[in-house]
Structure formats: structure tokens, C-alpha cells
């Protein structure tokens, strides 16, 4: 029993560790309990960019309007997003409604085969986890737990067309249970929607998609 137990508490150890090793050339890494930056202003690329893996988007003819509809999903997007980490559920389900409208307003006549192929792709998923977001606005946990599969929707959705500026992959590796979860910033300071001020600085930059 005893063995189980140290091997457990090993396993917690080096998985708080991988969240928390904060002082190499990654600062945003790490937890920090005593200090929750609110500022969700749009913070200008730094020379600091050029160490985080660069990806371009797939698309880079897409009309300006159907470009601007699919710009503002992604703002409501990372409204949820800081909503989440600010860990403000009635918040988050606002930004999800509006997502979910905004998703109704595109025009898909305006895409080429092509591109119309890789929107239809994620488009219902997208619009489901929306709908789940929106209805929860007082149960952060489930909101959370959606937020996981949309994030890695918008992913496909932001490589594919864009979102207007840079956006940062970001990683946590002790979201769903340590299992790990990605989610898009417009900044490259970490702000952790799936723990919020529980963990707010917990993850690391893995690209930047421009």
C-alpha cells in the first residue's frame, strides 16, 4: 500500500513540475497563485516570437467578407476563452451565444470549393459546442469540458483562414484529468481557461499561427 501510494504521489509531483517549471526561457510556464493579470488587451509581437514554431494559414485568397465573418467567430471565440480563465461562466455563455449567431451569418456562397470543403468540416461541431457553452452559463465545469473540442476546432478553422492577426497555440498538460489541452490566445502570456485562478499561468506557447 505503501509503494502505491509514493508511486502516486511521485506521478502528482512530476506532472505539477511540467506545469510549473517557469524559470527557463519560457516565463509564461508555471503557476503563479498570488497574481492574476485581468488584462485582456492585445499585447504587440515581440522579438521573443522568433523562438515559438510559426505556421501559416492554408488559405490566403479568401473573400474579405466571408474573411470578416469568419474574424468575428474567432473574436467570440477568444471572448469565451478569457471569460473562461477569468473564470466567469455567465460570461463565457454570452461569448458562445454570440459566437454561434455570428456562425449563422456566414455566407458560404463566398468561399471557393475548396475552402467551403475544410469550413463544412468542423462547422456543426463548432456550432454544438457553441450551443453547450451558451446553455451552461452557471456550470463552468461543463463549459470547460466543451471548450477542450472547441478549441481544437477554431484551431482548424484559424490554420485554414486566418483570424485577422496572430494568434498562440497555447498548451496545458494537466487539463481533462492531466491529459492534457490546447486552446488559441491573443496573447503570449499564458492565461489558462481550464483552470482559471486555480492555475492561471499553467502552459506553454507551442505556435503561432499568423
Given at each position: 500500500?505503501?509503494?502505491?501510494?509514493?508511486?502516486?504521489?511521485?506521478?502528482s509531483t512530476i506532472t505539477f513540475t511540467a506545469c510549473n517549471s517557469?524559470?527557463?526561457k519560457?516565463?509564461?510556464?508555471?503557476?503563479?497563485?498570488?497574481?492574476?493579470?485581468?488584462?485582456?488587451?492585445?499585447?504587440?509581437?515581440?522579438?521573443?516570437?522568433?523562438?515559438?514554431?510559426?505556421?501559416?494559414?492554408?488559405?490566403?485568397n479568401v473573400d474579405a467578407k466571408a474573411t470578416a465573418y469568419i474574424k468575428e467567430i474567432v473574436d467570440h471565440y477568444l471572448h469565451v476563452k478569457n471569460a473562461l480563465a477569468n473564470d466567469n461562466s455567465s460570461e463565457a455563455a454570452s461569448g458562445a451565444k454570440a459566437m454561434e449567431n455570428a456562425i449563422g451569418k456566414l455566407d458560404k456562397s463566398l468561399l471557393t470549393v475548396e475552402q467551403k470543403k475544410a469550413y463544412d468540416a468542423n462547422e456543426e461541431e463548432l456550432k454544438e459546442h457553441?450551443?453547450?457553452?451558451?446553455?451552461?452559463?452557471?456550470?463552468?465545469?461543463?463549459?470547460?469540458?466543451?471548450?477542450?473540442?472547441?478549441s481544437e476546432v477554431v484551431y482548424e478553422l484559424v490554420k485554414n483562414f486566418g483570424a485577422g492577426r496572430p494568434l498562440y497555440h497555447d498548451h496545458c498538460p494537466m487539463a481533462r484529468d492531466n491529459q492534457g489541452a490546447m486552446w488559441l490566445s491573443e496573447v503570449k502570456e499564458i492565461k489558462n481557461p481550464y483552470f482559471g485562478s486555480e492555475m492561471f499561468k499553467c502552459g506553454r506557447v507551442e505556435e503561432m499561427i499568423k
Amino acid at each position: 500500500m505503501k509503494k502505491i501510494l509514493f508511486s502516486v504521489l511521485a506521478i502528482s509531483t512530476i506532472t505539477f513540475t511540467a506545469c510549473n517549471s517557469g524559470n527557463g526561457k519560457n516565463e509564461q510556464e508555471g503557476h503563479d497563485m498570488n497574481k492574476m493579470n485581468k488584462d485582456t488587451a492585445q499585447h504587440a509581437t515581440t522579438a521573443d516570437d522568433k523562438d515559438v514554431k510559426a505556421v501559416s494559414v492554408t488559405f490566403t485568397n479568401v473573400d474579405a467578407k466571408a474573411t470578416a465573418y469568419i474574424k468575428e467567430i474567432v473574436d467570440h471565440y477568444l471572448h469565451v476563452k478569457n471569460a473562461l480563465a477569468n473564470d466567469n461562466s455567465s460570461e463565457a455563455a454570452s461569448g458562445a451565444k454570440a459566437m454561434e449567431n455570428a456562425i449563422g451569418k456566414l455566407d458560404k456562397s463566398l468561399l471557393t470549393v475548396e475552402q467551403k470543403k475544410a469550413y463544412d468540416a468542423n462547422e456543426e461541431e463548432l456550432k454544438e459546442h457553441a450551443e453547450h457553452i451558451g446553455k451552461n452559463g452557471d456550470n463552468i465545469k461543463h463549459q470547460r469540458s466543451h471548450f477542450v473540442q472547441m478549441s481544437e476546432v477554431v484551431y482548424e478553422l484559424v490554420k485554414n483562414f486566418g483570424a485577422g492577426r496572430p494568434l498562440y497555440h497555447d498548451h496545458c498538460p494537466m487539463a481533462r484529468d492531466n491529459q492534457g489541452a490546447m486552446w488559441l490566445s491573443e496573447v503570449k502570456e499564458i492565461k489558462n481557461p481550464y483552470f482559471g485562478s486555480e492555475m492561471f499561468k499553467c502552459g506553454r506557447v507551442e505556435e503561432m499561427i499568423k
